[in-house]
């Protein structure tokens, strides 16, 4: 069995915690390794925008570094980039093999999990980049320990996982490690940000992105998400390799897909996989800023299991913008769009049905969004 069908047989499997077990992977060497030279990156959105950058930056430097990140928009590979792919499949084998001397059966996540480590470990690279699945206390990525960890902002997604308050859920992220000699903060409440030191003790110094954002006298918080996720970015690097600032942080040098990605600009058609309130608000004020209060048809569809009633409340408050929900099975798990009609009906907000088909021949300005599952799916149909 080769990796590509090893894994598309876990795609659809229901998720495993194997957590316990997976540190058994590793030799103590190996995990000493890891929590050295790991850049463990949690958060609620942009924790795939700051680590591409990160990788980027690292590669226009010439440090070998691997990167895993989740979920892909069209192929799995997507979540594990490296300088070197040689040992992939020797990475593989050694996870396959793990798997049934142990009598496991590892989810899909956490077959990756172990699988970029490994190529990072075999690669001998400088840093590995490595982006938690949900949370970070009880994620897979939590056996690595790191000393240097990423939180990017904090918001409300996977409550019935994390807890109910912003509180819980900063609890949650910063405790992937108790080793923490660094941790780097992007956007983060000052509520929140008295709290860090207490809900982690182990923390020894804690940085923040706002200070690159003076040192290149820029306004915090007028910058745009990728803009943001930029500075957190050379934030990390300055810190860790003395990284000189030798770039700009305009979002065309760090575009990411399926994120603000403008695909056309006559009509202009954008994609997004903003998936909770925090990221659609983000999403909608990058807009704003780009261009105005323009009206703009936004075509929506949500993954089950998100709370997608917050979300088109949010919507709704937008008088700017016009409401197409996307028929059924347009993506995988998709929630029913009689759900959330009958929520738009209950709070009398106009909207109506469309395709994916109709988003393409819309010649309005118009934007998709609600879930990374429909982006990667609308580009693979389209073939971005």
């Given amino acids: 069995m080769d990796y590509k069908n090893y894994f598309?047989?876990?795609?659809?499997?229901?998720?495993?915690?194997?957590?316990?077990?997976?540190?058994?992977?590793?030799?103590?060497?190996?995990?000493?390794?890891?929590?050295?030279?790991?850049?463990?990156i949690v958060g609620t959105n942009g924790k795939t925008s700051t680590a591409n950058i990160i990788h980027k930056l690292l590669i226009q430097e010439k440090i070998k570094s691997t990167k895993f990140i989740s979920p892909h928009l069209i192929d799995f590979k997507e979540r594990i980039e490296s300088t070197s792919d040689q040992h992939f499949i020797d990475a593989f084998l050694e996870v396959k093999k793990f798997e049934e001397k142990a009598k496991l059966n590892l989810g899909y996540f956490e077959a990756l999990f172990l699988m970029s480590s490994k190529v990072f470990l075999l690669n001998n690279d400088q840093f590995f980049i490595c982006e938690a699945g949900i949370g970070g206390k009880l994620d897979s990525t939590s056996i690595i320990q790191s000393e240097n960890v990423v939180l990017t902002n904090i918001g409300?997604?996977?409550?019935?996982?994390?807890?109910?308050?912003?509180?819980?859920?900063?609890d949650q992220k910063i405790n992937i490690s108790q080793s923490i000699k660094s941790l780097y903060v992007g956007e983060l409440d000052k509520n929140l940000t008295s709290n860090l030191h207490i809900l982690n003790k182990n923390i020894q110094e804690v940085h923040y992105s706002n200070v690159i954002?003076?040192?290149?006298?820029?306004?915090?918080?007028?910058?745009?998400?990728?803009?943001?996720?930029?500075?957190?970015?050379?934030?990390?690097?300055?810190?860790?390799?003395?990284?000189?600032?030798?770039?700009?942080?305009?979002?065309?040098?760090?575009?990411?897909?399926?994120?603000?990605?403008?695909?056309?600009?006559?009509?202009?058609?954008?994609?997004?996989?903003?998936h909770n309130v925090s990221g659609l608000m983000t999403t909608l004020n990058d807009y704003v800023k780009k261009f105005n209060s323009e009206p703009i048809d936004v075509y929506i569809a949500f993954k089950i299991?998100?709370?997608?009633?917050?979300?088109?409340?949010?919507?709704?408050?937008?008088?700017?913008?016009?409401?197409?929900?996307?028929?059924?099975?347009q993506f995988f798990q998709q929630e029913k769009p009689e759900n959330i009609t009958n929520y738009l009906d209950s709070i009398k907000r106009k909207y109506k049905i469309a395709s994916l088909n109709h988003f393409d021949r819309n010649m309005n300005p118009s934007i998709l969004i609600g879930s990374l599952y429909l982006i990667g799916e609308y580009k693979k149909r389209k073939k971005l």
């Fill in 8 to 40: 598309d047989s876990k795609a659809y499997q229901s998720k495993n915690k194997n957590t316990k077990d997976l540190i058994h992977f590793f030799s103590k060497s190996e995990l000493k390794a890891l929590s050295k030279n790991t850049i463990s």
């Fill in 156 to 170: 409300y997604d996977h409550q019935e996982l994390l807890g109910e308050s912003l509180l819980e859920i900063l």
């Fill in 213 to 274: 954002a003076d040192k290149l006298n820029l306004d915090f918080d007028v910058l745009s998400y990728i803009q943001k996720n930029a500075l957190l970015a050379l934030l990390v690097l300055e810190k860790i390799m003395n990284y000189k600032h030798t770039v700009t942080i305009e979002d065309s040098d760090f575009e990411q897909p399926g994120r603000f990605e403008i695909i056309n600009n006559n009509p202009l058609k954008i994609i997004d996989g903003a």
């Fill in 305 to 329: 299991g998100k709370n997608y009633k917050e979300m088109l409340f949010l919507l709704s408050k937008y008088s700017f913008l016009n409401i197409y929900i996307l028929k059924e099975n």
